[in-house]
């Protein structure tokens, strides 16, 4: 009797995955949080990425290291193709398209990692989940943030920030098949104090303007949906980068967030040793 036919080897199940938050400029916090990673000799077998954590998710799942990603990260040029203010809308779709397309293949199977980015149909009200298909597209409907950058149509759906609906994609990296999964959340709730009563009347003012307000409100709201969704898709180590006086447009603030999301993964360093071997 002839002997069975072996089974076809095919890759190894992913093991460890990556869930990267959004959080605007914080969210340069995770460029810190793969330089640690790096130097501990942890990578990623998947990646998921919500608003700037999709943005950074798709640059890591396209092979780049962390000292390249630090040169993009301080890199005034492409933060002036994005106005994250309340008042602008994208400022150029067109140029920010040809800089992706200058950084990154056009399509999600031309990447080395596995990629998933969050986005929000404002038509139907759903979570999308992008993970095929036209990269570029995907990373302009995740980073849509609502009122400063142009919803992106697909398919008959007005796609926004998938931080809407799903600030952390845990879920993103376990629908790829990850037994571990390492999360950093751009954006922890810390409590906001009230000016003092001897802070100049300007300052007092600027610090609670209503568009500061409309941040804070935002904020609170999603650290409050993020709560109830880590409740369901609970990653092992999930680092909270703690980046005070940062607002989510405060992109000339790069190297803070990235020190920020540094100093929090070292802080964790043997925990994130021990997700990775286990």
Request: charged share 25%.
């Amino acid at each position: 009797m002839p002997a069975p036919d072996p089974l076809p080897v095919g890759p190894p199940a992913p093991h460890l995955g990556l869930a990267l938050g959004g959080g605007g400029a914080r969210g340069l916090c995770h460029v810190g949080v793969m330089q640690v990673l790096g130097e501990l000799g942890i990578h990623p077998d998947v990646v998921a990425g919500t608003s700037m954590g999709g943005l950074i998710g798709a640059f890591v799942a396209a092979g780049y290291d962390a000292e390249q990603l630090d040169e993009i990260a301080r890199d005034v040029r492409w933060r002036r193709l994005i106005d994250w203010r309340m008042s602008g809308r994208l400022l150029s779709t067109k140029a920010f398209e040809a800089w992706l397309r200058d950084h990154l293949p056009p399509t999600f199977d031309e990447l080395e990692l596995p990629l998933v980015l969050t986005a929000t149909n404002l038509v139907d009200g759903q979570i999308h989940y992008f993970r095929q298909g036209d990269l570029y597209a995907a990373i302009r409907a995740t980073t849509a943030y609502p009122g400063a950058i142009e919803p992106v149509e697909i398919d008959g759906a007005l796609m926004v920030d998938g931080g809407i609906l799903n600030q952390l994609p845990v879920d993103g990296a376990l629908f790829l098949g990850a037994r571990r999964v390492i999360a950093v959340n751009a954006t922890p709730l810390v409590r906001d104090e009230l000016p003092s009563e001897d802070e100049s009347a300007a300052r007092r003012r600027a610090r609670l303007s209503a568009l500061r307000e409309v941040f804070r409100s935002i904020d609170v709201m999603q650290a409050q949906l993020t709560n109830a969704r880590l409740s369901f898709y609970r990653p092992d180590v999930i680092l909270d980068p703690v980046i005070d006086g940062m607002e989510i447009s405060d992109f000339h603030k790069s190297a803070q967030a990235i020190e920020a999301g540094a100093l929090a993964a070292r802080e964790r360093a043997d925990d994130l040793l021990e997700v990775a071997r286990n």
